[in-house]
């Protein structure tokens, strides 16, 4: 073509529908990231996985039982999550891989798939050890000493022990 072609707006309207599929094709691809991978591993990252109270000590069996009904309830909001992740990353393999093109085979590179489903597997991994850090490091909070406190900022010892001294053994 050149300036002068009779055929330069046929090809220019061509280049703008392409470029108007390809802008399409970037806006759900970045819709499907942001919306449904990207704010469920931030969800999954920030879910509370203990539940320490301040203003109240624990016998061992009653921590148990709250932590066990705690993880319960998270642990199936952190399946469902991963699944929608693990759908959302299948949509959007299907999206890119569905897209027309006008020269060569349609469809994705098999080892390029793998290598997205990798990535979102670091990712949710990373998320998971995230909410886990945030949980130990919650329980090492509570649990540690405070050696700046004062008089006026005790708290509630996290568990209730019972001592008894059994000559010649010790019993908790």
Do not use: C
């Amino acid at each position: 073509l050149t300036w002068t072609s009779m055929n330069i707006d046929g090809y220019m309207h061509a280049m703008h529908t392409g470029l108007a599929a390809l802008e399409d094709l970037i806006g759900k691809t970045r819709d499907l990231i942001d919306n449904r991978i990207e704010r469920n591993l931030k969800a999954i990252s920030q879910l509370q996985l203990v539940e320490l109270p301040d203003d109240e000590s624990f016998t061992l069996d009653k921590f148990v039982g709250v932590q066990e009904r705690v993880i319960r309830t998270q642990t199936a909001i952190m399946v469902a999550k991963n699944q929608e992740v693990e759908e959302a990353v299948e949509d959007l393999i299907e999206l890119i891989g569905s897209y027309p093109l006008d020269s060569g085979p349609a469809g994705v590179d098999e080892h390029e798939v793998t290598k997205l489903r990798g990535h979102y597997s670091r990712l949710l991994y990373r998320a998971v050890l995230n909410a886990t850090k945030a949980a130990l490091k919650q329980i090492k909070g509570r649990v540690g000493s405070r050696a700046s406190g004062g008089f006026l900022s005790l708290q509630m010892p996290m568990f209730d022990v019972s001592v008894e001294l059994t000559i010649p053994n010790v019993s908790i």
